[in-house]
Each structure stands twice: as structure tokens, then as C-alpha cells.
């Protein structure tokens, strides 16, 4: 096949996937969009595989074959819950495929095998390709390490971390300008993507857990762009145009959900929130005598006399995997007239839209799954408003303009307006920013201490009996 | 360099696309756009088809399987698991 013939198939490609992506902006038109985007792939795959300069396909069969048994396997075996780890262990492939594949057409261009020619454009997207594609590789495994909780999920800082930082970025600089000025050997290509997948770790490992929507969505970018970066390196229009759509999508992203904590992107990669965290027994002085506890069958008594409840979810919701015993208890509400609906907060959970991702596998309609804007209005006329695993989204602290509070200034749930509020959480520990949460104590809040999933099965009961 | 400009081109166009069709999306459907995204990144599959098929050497086929597979892993895993979640949202209507 001719290479104009090739580069019109990679323009349909394109194409579908800008189709694809357009296609999620609707949840109706959303499982199309994605068909869209596969079909463009494999499109792009089968004219790639039609390349006079592919002479054997051994090689390729085995890596699609193996690549393809892993991939089907991680897609349907992750629990939903297990949504957060899936996405960053998958970009981490992708970023780590673009570097070496990038290396392996340097090493080709070297041999004097590859048609392209090493000049400028090669080896500055060789290096960006290596570089990005190294720190996205490592990140996205750090990233899925503490997600899978295979190593702590509190921020690990490291003395002189931010000096370490610069001179590893420097390194890598050093030795990318080598590459570019002396392009007969590999040498700096490979060390440089060495020091940069040590960068990924370091970059990382010192962000907390609940700042992981912002690394994951980040990282998804730096995978965009690497394999942009691939493209350059081989004059490829389809890796350019998919790989620039999807760091423009990490890139949003990213900047909503800084936005959604009113943290800058260097405070979120730099600050190392979430690493002080106050301790059970300073929680338990403010919280003195003042938290009043519930039962779950006050709680019951208390739902069977609402017309309007809202339910705000948060990451206490998928660890302890609550989500079908909250749909129970939602269907029961709903057959007894009440009204219900979900307040999700841009960045509850582990990664961007995580819980509407776990309501709608509970067979929650996605309708009632609401935005943080669209319901903030409505818990005036709540009357009672269920917090399950959720802290620092609700907390009114935030409100505070003093800077010394990590949260403050962070939009959050309004809950403190509905007539009333029922908190279910095991312990009065600090959510991930580490302070004391007043709404605990406030008149119009009950605490329900023990596991979501549970406690929402024993409401349900209790309703059940009443 | 008119290579260097088209493809240029091509790039900056595409981030605005991106940009553009992108904002559009709810956060009811962030999550799965993010998988989504990353599926279309690995892209760079067609990439590695071209240098780990010419099996110049050892070296550049070892490297071409180790990034075809992880590239296949990239693209099968992260298309399915996006349709996996796309396919659980759904109305009231069709609530059954």
C-alpha cells in the first residue's frame, strides 16, 4: 500500500477519533463514541501492518497476542472499585511503549535501517518522547501502587526533595542536548530515559492519595504527548493527531480538578498535603462530648419522615464497596414516596467521576447523579442529607479564607444547609487533609460511626421493619 | 522543514480539537473519558508495529516486543474497560 493511501487511512482514523471523544459528551451516545474510537484504531493498526517495511511478523503477532490477553483480562476482572488503579496501570503502559518504541527507531536510525533521517526534529522528539514517556511510565506504576495500596497512600517526602527534582530534570536536559548535538550513539538517550523514569518515581511518591485525580489525569497527558513525541520521531500524522487530542484531555482534566480544589497544579505536585494528618486523640479534644451518635434505626425513623434525601458519596463509599447496599436503600426510599438524589463532588474519590462510575454500576440512572453546582442549591429544601465516607468535601471549613487550612477556599457540598445531616463514617478521624471537620458537631448532625456498607444494609432493614 | 511545519501544523490543530470537544464532556463521564483517552494513547501501537517489524537487530526486536505488548495491553484493556463502564449508565426509563 502506498504511503498516501496509508496516510488517507490514518486521517479517517483521526477522525473517528475525534468522534469518539465527541461522542462522550452524552451518557446516550457515549458506548457509540467509544466503538467510534476502537474502530479507528484498529483501523490505523491493520493499514499500519500493510507497511512495505515490515518484513516479518512474528514478533508483532506475539507482542498483539500476549499485549491482547493481559488487556482483556485486567478489563473485565477489575472490580469497579479498582476503576482509579486500571486507568494508571494502562497509561503507564502506553507511556512506556511510546519510549522504548522510540529508542528502538533511534537504535534502527543509527544502523542506517530506518528511512526516516536523524536530524533535528528526530532527536528533539526522540528525547521529549523518551523523557515524557519515562516519567509517565514510573508515575503511572508509583500512581498504581499506592492505589492498589501495595505501599502507603500518604505522601512519602524525602529530605531535598525539590533540589533531587531539578537535578535529575537538568540531567536529563544535559543529556538530551547531547543526543541532539551528537547524534552517532544511543548512550544519552538511554540514560536520560533511566534518570527520567527515577523523575516519575520521585514526582509521585510524595502526592497523597486523594490528590491521585489530579496525578492520574496529569499522567494520562504525559502519555498524550509521548506518544505525540513518537509521532514526530517517525513523521506519522495519526500518532501526532491522537496523541495531542489526548493530552488535551489530560490536560483539562487536570485543570479541573485543581480547579475543583482551588489548589494550583504546583501545589498539588509540591506542597505534600496530606502528610501531616492531626491525630486521633487532638480529633477526639475538639470533638469532645459535643458529636452527637446515631442509631441506625433512628436514622431509619428519621428518612421515613423526609420527603427529599440527598445522598453524597465519597471515597469511603468504594473501599468499603457500598454501593449496591446504598441502591437498596435508595429503591426502598423511592417506593415509600421519598425523593432522592446524589451530590457528587467533582473530586470525590480516587480519580475524576469516580463515584458516578460506582453509582451507575449499582444501577443508580445516571439523572440522579448530580453535579456539585446543579444540587448545591437544593439541600435548603433537604430534608435529610446522607454522608457516606466523605470529610473534607462537606467540610465547611473550607469556607475559611485563612490560608494555613489546605482546603481552604475548595468549593464543597453545601450539606450544612439541609434541615438535617447524618454522617456515616467509622471513626471521627481527619479526612485526607488532615484537620478537624465542625460539621460533626454541628446542631443539626448526627454521626452513624461504622462501615458504609453496613450501616446502609442496616437502615434499609430497620426501614423495612418499620 | 515543510515536513517539520505540516506536522506542526497538524499538532496545534489537534490540541485545539481536543480542546474544544473535550469541554464538552460532563463529569458524569469523566472517568470514562479519561480511560477512553488513554486507549486512543496507545496509538503509539502504530508506531511500534513499523520498528519492531524490521527486526534489524536483537536489541531493536526485543525492545519492539516489549512495546508492542505493552501497547496492545494499552489499547485492549483500556477499550474494553471504557465500554465496561459506558455500558452501566443508564435513564430511569430503562431501569429494570
Redesign the interface.
Known amino acids: 500500500m502506498s504511503k498516501e493511501l496509508i496516510d488517507l487511512f490514518y486521517l479517517i482514523a483521526?477522525v473517528l477519533?475525534?468522534f469518539?471523544?465527541?461522542g462522550?459528551?452524552?451518557?446516550?451516545t457515549?458506548?457509540r463514541?467509544?466503538?467510534f474510537?476502537?474502530l479507528?484504531?484498529l483501523i490505523?493498526?491493520v493499514v499500519?501492518?500493510l507497511?512495505k517495511?515490515?518484513?516479518?511478523?512474528e514478533?508483532?503477532i506475539?507482542?498483539?497476542v500476549?499485549?491482547?490477553l493481559?488487556?482483556?483480562v485486567?478489563?473485565?476482572k477489575?472490580p469497579?472499585t479498582a476503576?482509579p488503579q486500571?486507568?494508571a496501570i494502562?497509561?503507564g503502559?502506553?507511556?512506556?511503549?511510546?519510549a522504548?518504541?522510540?529508542?528502538?527507531?533511534l537504535?534502527?536510525a543509527l544502523?542506517g535501517?530506518?528511512i526516516e533521517a536523524i536530524d533535528m526534529?528526530f532527536t528533539i522528539a526522540a528525547v521529549s518522547s523518551g523523557l515524557i514517556g519515562g516519567v509517565s511510565f514510573t508515575g503511572s506504576a508509583i500512581a498504581f501502587a499506592k492505589l492498589q495500596g501495595l505501599i502507603t497512600g500518604k505522601p512519602v517526602l524525602l529530605r531535598g526533595r525539590h533540589v533531587i527534582n531539578v537535578a535529575l530534570i537538568l540531567i536529563c536536559i544535559a543529556l538530551s542536548v547531547w543526543l541532539v548535538v551528537d547524534s552517532t550513539s544511543s548512550m544519552p538517550f538511554w540514560i536520560m530515559v533511566g534518570v527520567a523514569s527515577l523523575l516519575g518515581i520521585l514526582l509521585v511518591i510524595p502526592i497523597g492519595g486523594a490528590d491521585m485525580p489530579v496525578v492520574?489525569?496529569l499522567l494520562?497527558a504525559y502519555?498524550?504527548i509521548?506518544?505525540?513525541g513518537?509521532?514526530?520521531?517517525?513523521?506519522?500524522?495519526?500518532?501526532?493527531?491522537?496523541?495531542?487530542?489526548?493530552?488535551?484531555?489530560?490536560f483539562?482534566?487536570t485543570a479541573?480538578m485543581c480547579r475543583a480544589m482551588n489548589r494550583s497544579l504546583a501545589n498539588v505536585i509540591f506542597a505534600g498535603v496530606g502528610a501531616v494528618v492531626t491525630t486521633e486523640v487532638e480529633s477526639d479534644d475538639i470533638y469532645a462530648g459535643r458529636v452527637k451518635s446515631a442509631s441506625p434505626e433512628e436514622v431509619a425513623m428519621m428518612l421515613e419522615g423526609a420527603q427529599r434525601v440527598v445522598i453524597a458519596p465519597g471515597y469511603g463509599m468504594a473501599v468499603s464497596q457500598a454501593q449496591y447496599a446504598i441502591q437498596d436503600l435508595t429503591n426502598l426510599l423511592e417506593s415509600m414516596g421519598v425523593e432522592v438524589d446524589f451530590a457528587?463532588h467533582?473530586v470525590a474519590g480516587r480519580?475524576?467521576?469516580?463515584m458516578?462510575?460506582l453509582l451507575?454500576?449499582a444501577?443508580i440512572?445516571?439523572?440522579?447523579?448530580r453535579?456539585m453546582d446543579d444540587i448545591n442549591p437544593t439541600f435548603r429544601h433537604t430534608d435529610v442529607v446522607l454522608v457516606v465516607g466523605a470529610n473534607d468535601v462537606v467540610n465547611p471549613m473550607a469556607r475559611e479564607a485563612d490560608q494555613s487550612i489546605p482546603i481552604a477556599g475548595m468549593p464543597i457540598l453545601n450539606v450544612d444547609e439541609a434541615r438535617s445531616i447524618v454522617i456515616i463514617k467509622r471513626s471521627l478521624s481527619p479526612g485526607f487533609a488532615g484537620i478537624a471537620n465542625p460539621l460533626f458537631v454541628a446542631d443539626n448532625c448526627l454521626m452513624l460511626f461504622g462501615d458504609a456498607k453496613k450501616m446502609a444494609m442496616d437502615i434499609t432493614a430497620a426501614l423495612k421493619q418499620a | 522543514m515543510d515536513v517539520f511545519v505540516a506536522a506542526l501544523t497538524i499538532f496545534v490543530l489537534a490540541l485545539f480539537v481536543g480542546f474544544e470537544v473535550i469541554t464538552k464532556v460532563p463529569p458524569l463521564l469523566h472517568t470514562p473519558l479519561m480511560s477512553g483517552a488513554n486507549a486512543i494513547s496507545g496509538i503509539t501501537l502504530v508506531g511500534t508495529l513499523v520498528t519492531s517489524g524490521m527486526q534489524l537487530t536483537t536489541l531493536t526486536t526485543i525492545l519492539g516486543f516489549i512495546a508492542v505488548t505493552m501497547a496492545t495491553v494499552n489499547v485492549v484493556g483500556g477499550f474494553l474497560v471504557t465500554h465496561r463502564m459506558l455500558a452501566m449508565f443508564h435513564k430511569k426509563e430503562d431501569n429494570v
Open positions: 483521526a477519533f475525534i469518539g471523544l465527541k462522550l459528551s452524552h451518557p446516550r457515549a458506548v463514541g467509544n466503538f474510537a476502537a479507528g484504531m490505523a493498526i499500519t501492518l507497511d517495511r515490515i518484513i516479518s511478523f514478533v508483532i506475539a507482542g498483539i500476549v499485549g491482547a493481559i488487556g482483556v485486567m478489563a473485565y477489575a469497579m476503576i486500571v486507568v494502562f497509561n503502559f502506553g507511556g512506556g511503549a511510546s522504548l518504541a522510540v529508542g528502538a527507531a537504535e534502527e544502523k535501517g530506518f526534529q492520574i489525569s494520562n502519555s498524550g509521548a506518544a505525540a513518537h509521532g514526530w520521531v517517525l513523521n506519522n500524522s495519526v500518532l501526532i493527531v491522537a496523541g495531542s487530542l489526548v493530552g488535551a484531555a489530560g483539562i482534566l479541573i457528587i467533582p480519580m475524576p467521576g469516580h458516578n462510575v451507575a454500576e444501577n440512572p445516571y439523572e440522579k447523579l453535579e
